[in-house]
């Protein structure tokens, strides 16, 4: 993937390095290969994660939502600069509502909405969540401390839960790195993002017996 833009509300050293969000590459690896009919990235900044499933996912309807103009003329420009400008579908706000009509068949969401994530994924306003794998990062900084909690609680009975925590990054993993120093290696890798901040892997155990 090639990436042309500066990064939105995140860093970009890590994202060419190879290092960003390094602790989600298992989870991920398998996701592409879930063969997914819809996947929606919530918070989708300047399309690091939907052009990298569109690239990847070849038949999957790609849905990408930011409130963000910023994001969205620089998702464009992303999209062009890797070919994939046909297969992204942009979407200035979601609501559970229209969340409810984009999951179709088997569906994926990506969520990183900084704290939004508590309105979003709550199954009795959003029949269909049950039915979706959702990674979302959770921001238990917000104004919701015990969000993850929640959280886990509206999806335990239906999906099987994964938290995935941060972990420290070595520079001699990345051969991108192997011309600086130690210590500029780590400071190029840092993401700058809070120690609180962790993700949820929700499979549905379901296995996409569509329609609700």
């Known amino acids: 993937m090639q990436l042309p833009v500066e990064a939105v509300c995140s860093q970009k050293c890590p994202k060419i390095i190879g290092s960003y969000e390094y602790e989600l590459q298992p989870v991920l690896r398998k996701l592409i290969d879930n063969n997914y009919h819809t996947i929606i990235n919530i918070g989708c900044a300047e399309g690091y994660y939907a052009i990298g499933f569109s690239l990847q996912c070849r038949k999957a309807v790609i849905i990408a939502v ?11 420009i992303v999209a062009g600069k890797n070919g994939v400008s046909e297969r992204i579908k942009y979407k200035k706000w979601v609501s ?4 409810n009509k984009w999951i179709c068949n ?11 994530e508590i309105g979003l994924l709550n199954p009795l306003s959003c029949k269909k969540l049950f039915k979706a794998d959702i990674l979302v990062e959770i921001h238990n900084f917000s104004a919701h401390p015990e969000i993850g909690n929640i959280i886990n609680k509206r999806f ?3 999906h099987n839960l994964t938290e995935i925590h941060q972990s420290k990054r070595n520079p001699s993993n990345f051969s991108v790195l ?3 120093t130690n210590s500029k290696g780590k400071e190029l ?3 700058k993002r809070p120690h609180s901040i962790y993700w949820l892997y929700m499979e549905n155990r379901s296995r996409y017996d569509y329609p609700l």
């Open 66 to 76: 930011d409130p963000l103009s910023e994001s969205r003329d620089k998702l464009f």
């Open 96 to 99: 559970a509502n229209r969340l």
């Open 106 to 116: 088997k569906t994926l969401i990506i969520m990183d909405c900084e704290g939004s």
């Open 156 to 158: 335990s009975k239906t």
């Open 178 to 180: 192997n011309h600086f």
């Open 189 to 191: 890798m840092d993401e």
